[in-house]
């Protein structure tokens, strides 16, 4: 049970980044009206918001570097609570940022899961 | 429920009780909670509060840089904080974040059910 959900939040964490980093508009297959996303503090709900949001950056392309990945279930009805810790490099910047984020991932159906919270914070020196 | 609202008391709970006494925490986990601190999975009331009260240290203080919360579902809080502790003895704090995922009692409170720690190194 225990290698399912580290399969399950493993693949879903490498498929949210590899989207966000290269198709952040395609990021709206993971949400739903239920959504909820705090973005350094600002809250935003639903899939609609969201990914305006995401879309809204002022870079097309950016690399998100993963260091930790942590995940439990979460045992309401079988979602999965991860925990992410990496940097981030944006295009024409010299620095790479630090973040840290977390989503609960909720089962849509048979091994499909949606964000159903994602709270995401930069991690400053 | 305002989430909000349980975030904001059970953060200052939480943190105020490690800082004065981690054997406090008992009462704030069930036999199903799970905590992952640094990496290292303990299950059970029992085990995490025997793993935070080992910890290499006496006394330690939590300073709160910010807390985010949304609600889980099923009546459930998220919880996301991020701060510093500094270690009694030690010139520099150290960085952490650190995510619950409280869930409510039959008595009106909440516990934790979901605990994942990790220190943040420059």
């Known amino acids: 049970m225990e290698e399912q959900i580290d399969l399950v939040g493993k693949a879903f964490t490498d498929h949210y ?32 918001d969201i990914t305006a949001k995401l879309t809204s950056f002022p870079f ?12 439990q279930p979460s045992t309401f009805a079988g979602g999965i609570v991860v ?31 949606f964000v159903h919270n994602d709270i995401f914070r930069l991690n400053y020196e | 429920m305002d989430p909000d609202a349980v975030a904001k008391a059970f953060v200052d709970h939480y ?3 490690f ?16 905590l992952t601190f640094e990496g290292q999975k303990i299950q059970g009331s029992q085990s995490i509060v025997a793993k935070l009260a080992s910890l290499p240290f006496q006394q330690c203080k939590h300073n709160i840089t910010t807390v985010d919360c ?12 991020s701060g510093t502790l500094q270690l009694a003895g030690e010139q520099h704090a150290l960085k952490f ?6 869930m409510p009692t039959p008595q009106g409170s909440f516990y934790v059910l979901n605990d994942i720690f990790r220190l943040n190194y420059a």
């Not at chain 1, 992410?84 to 620095?95: A, D, F, I, K, Y």
């Not at chain 2, 949304?70 to 904080?81: K, M, N, R, Y």
């Open chain 1, 17 to 48: 980044y590899h989207l966000f980093d290269n198709d952040r508009q395609a990021l709206s297959s993971l949400y739903r009206p239920s959504s909820m996303l705090t973005f350094e503090g600002q809250k935003i709900l639903g899939v609609e």
């Open chain 2, 15 to 17: 943190y105020s009780t």
């Open chain 2, 19 to 34: 800082d004065a006494n981690r054997a406090g925490l008992g009462n704030l986990y069930q036999e199903g909670s799970m």
């Open chain 2, 97 to 102: 974040s650190q995510m619950f995922h409280l």
């Open chain 1, 60 to 71: 097309d392309q950016c690399q998100h570097v993963i260091s930790t990945i942590d995940l």
């Open chain 2, 70 to 81: 949304q609600p889980s579902g099923a009546g459930g809080v998220l919880v996301f904080v």
């Open chain 1, 83 to 113: 925990f992410v810790s990496g940097s981030l490099q944006l295009p024409r910047e010299e620095h790479h940022l630090r973040f840290i984020q977390m989503f609960h991932l909720v089962p849509v159906l048979e091994g499909n899961f």
